[in-house]
């Protein structure tokens, strides 16, 4: 098996959206009436995130060492995260997360799955299942709410939130990182062009000069 090096397979992958990238660019709405405006929004992926997916019983010995591992507590509800250093936790399910980071994936699964020891559970790395989309700036919302069915009002979903949702017709795991705002989007590989097109789509209005 060749080496996961930048002689090997690393150096060949190809992000699902890489096409893309010049698109994504030229559409961000910059400037005068950019990010810093009441108009600004921006696209961009971040490829090749390490993500791993962990199931394990909340209350079990396997779950403390594994918060031991990662150095956060795996969140208890639904929306909540938690962060540590390069780690986040998203909640997906009672006894189901997403483990976010920027260390490389086999270190990552590796450590999870040593935390596990022979406990009921799993740890398996999902990183070439989803991609990442970050839609960023202060319309950034408003394009989410042409097709996202949640309230995402401040008062309702804000910083350190993440929830199963859709975008259009397509299903992604959606975290709001800051309140500029920033959003994550996780899709999955097989759908990031059809979402990345409708964002892109989305962001065309805000590529004007503002109506008073």
């Known amino acids: 098996m060749a ?18 990238e010049e698109r994504m660019r030229a559409a961000a709405v910059t400037g005068a009436r950019g990010v ?13 995130v390490t993500m791993v997916n962990l199931r394990v019983d909340p209350a079990s010995e396997a779950a403390d060492r594994i918060e031991k ?9 639904c929306g909540d995260t938690s962060t540590s250093g390069p780690h986040t936790v998203l ?20 450590e ?12 398996v790395d999902v990183s070439a299942n989803r991609t990442t989309l970050e839609l960023s700036g202060p319309a950034a919302r ?9 309230d995402l009002h401040p008062r309702v979903f ?17 975290w709001q990182v800051d309140d500029l705002p920033t959003y994550r989007l996780f899709p999955r590989s097989s759908f990031a062009d059809y979402l990345a097109r ?15």
Do not use: I, N
Request: hydrophobic share 45%; glycine share 10%.
């Open 158 to 174: 804000g910083p350190g939130r993440a929830v199963s949702t859709t975008v259009g017709p397509v299903a992604v795991l959606l």
């Open 36 to 48: 810093t405006g009441a108009r600004g929004v921006t696209l961009t992926e971040w490829p090749f």
């Open 112 to 123: 999870l799955r040593k935390a596990l020891g022979g406990d009921p559970g799993s740890v």
């Open 142 to 150: 408003q394009v989410l709410e042409k097709g996202c069915p949640l």
């Open 3 to 20: 080496e996961l090096t930048e002689a090997g397979p690393v150096h060949l992958r190809r992000s699902p959206l890489a096409h893309l």
């Open 91 to 110: 909640w997906l399910a009672p006894d189901e997360w997403l483990v976010l980071s920027q260390a490389e994936e086999t270190a990552v699964a590796a």
């Open 198 to 212: 409708w964002l892109l789509d989305a962001m065309t209005e805000y590529d004007g000069p503002e109506v008073p």
């Open 69 to 77: 591992a990662v150095g956060a507590p795996l969140p208890q509800q």
